[in-house]
């Protein structure tokens, strides 16, 4: 498995499908601006629940 497969494996095959054809004559940059927003606020939240909690 090379590093783009991994990568595409990382990324839930719902931000890989593309939406109705109608979606992209409202506002074509809607699709890429949503799934930029929507992979920031993944590795995000995926940052935080990730972290190491420090010792009590």
């Known amino acids: 498995m090379n590093q783009t497969d991994k990568n595409q494996q990382e990324i839930p095959s719902y931000l890989n499908d593309e939406p109705p054809e109608e979606s992209h004559s409202v506002n074509p ?10 992979t920031a606020t993944s590795a995000s939240w995926v940052q935080a629940v990730l972290l190491p909690q420090p010792p009590k």
């Open 29 to 38: 940059g809607w699709s890429a601006m949503a799934r930029s927003w929507l």
